[in-house]
Nanobody, 116 residues
Framework: QVRLEESGGGLAQPGGSLTLSCSTS????????MGWYRQAPGKQREFVAA???????HYADSVKGRFTISKDNVKNTIYLQMNNLEPEDTAVYYC??????????WGQGTQVTVSS
């Protein structure tokens, strides 16, 4: 059973920054990809960013140039640096891990609210 634990959510003003973290039990190398999704009230969960084995990070068009995904192989953690936040970024952010074999795993989510 893969355990993913997100942290770092909170309240930010428009134009502000937040950094989300997602730590996993065990080695991060067992995953083919890890990434972030978000779900705003009344909307479907949507892709935000992902680190995929062997390729460059992928981003949703809505966050390109503002968000940066990264990973720390020693800490078995991925991060989402979110800059120039907009009210439209308000959502619950979920970490997702896609293993080399087996089912995908999701974290419990962390709330991000962008408001003045």
């Amino acid at each position: 059973q893969v355990r993913l634990e997100e942290s770092g959510g909170g309240l930010a003003q428009p134009g502000g920054s937040l950094t989300l973290s997602c730590s996993t039990s065990g080695s991060i190398f067992r995953f083919n990809s890890m990434g972030w999704y978000r779900q705003a009230p009344g909307k479907q969960r949507e892709f935000v960013a992902a680190i995929i084995r062997g390729v460059r990070p992928h981003y949703a068009d809505s966050v390109k140039g503002r968000f940066t995904i990264s990973k720390d192989n020693v800490k078995n953690t991925i991060y989402l640096q979110m800059n120039n936040l907009e009210p439209e970024d308000t959502a619950v952010y979920y970490c997702k891990a896609v293993p080399l074999g087996g089912e995908d795993s999701w974290g419990q989510g962390t709330q991000v609210t962008v408001s003045s």
